[in-house]
């Protein structure tokens, strides 16, 4: 069936960041690997939904997504609008399984992560982003931060913050990681719009600067975006001082994010 195929096609590849930041939130409060890997899948899903949509033509219009092209030009935009609809209603089926926990910590995952997703999170910072290609002006730095709160930060925070949710912990020292690691992956990205290749990044590259976009690289120079992404992690590190060595895989994902080549 087409629609299954497109779904299986979307969520190959990538770095598979929000389900690893779900996974290591998990371990550091001691929940079981067979519990956190049905919201890591989630948040994949949910990801890869989002991603197929982003690249349709009524949207960023992209051909290429992860070295392979996108959804609608494999198959179809009918297929590729049912297939991103499927792997969002998937999400929430695997955030709500019961061998995750209790039905309060399965409703806190689901509620969150609709929140996260939806008209105050993700769908938001897509359409503020849309709007910005219209804009009278250029957004200012504070409003591409808001922006991308959003669009990229927003499943990243719920993935960091899924850990300490199974455990009934205390959410707030991986919720300031992944806010400080939200904004410094998307510096990353706006950098390697600038100084990757398609071939290497796996999507088309320089299309912000065509359209006249305002990015943290056109704002702040490219110099100046890799200090301030240098800066967000050395936060995000110090948020996490209070699990010692145990966090130093959480670290070392920091840095990755800004060293990363796609």
Known sequence: ??????????????????GFLVLEGARLHGIAHEAAILPACGIEALHAYSLVHDDLPCMDDDDLRRGEPT??????????VLSGDALQTFAFD??????????????????????????????????????????ARPLTLEEISE???????ALIEWAACAGPRLAQADETPLQTYARALGLAFQIADDILDVTGSAETVGKATGKDAEAGKATFVSLL???EAKRRAGELVESACDAIHMYGA?????RQTAQFVISRDK
């Open 1 to 18: 069936m087409a629609i299954s195929q497109a779904m299986a096609h979307a969520t190959r590849g990538g770095k598979r960041l929000r």
């Open 221 to 223: 120079g490219l110099d």
């Open 94 to 135: 695997l955030v709500t399984r019961e061998a995750i926990g209790s039905g309060d910590v399965r409703a806190r995952l689901a509620q969150t992560l609709a929140h996260a997703s939806g008209m105050h999170g993700m769908v938001l910072g897509q359409a503020l982003d849309i709007a910005a290609e219209t804009a």
């Open 147 to 153: 922006l991308q709160r959003g669009k990229t930060g």
């Open 71 to 80: 959804v609608h030009r494999k198959w179809d935009e009918a297929t590729a």
């Open 246 to 250: 145990d966090g130093d895989v959480l």
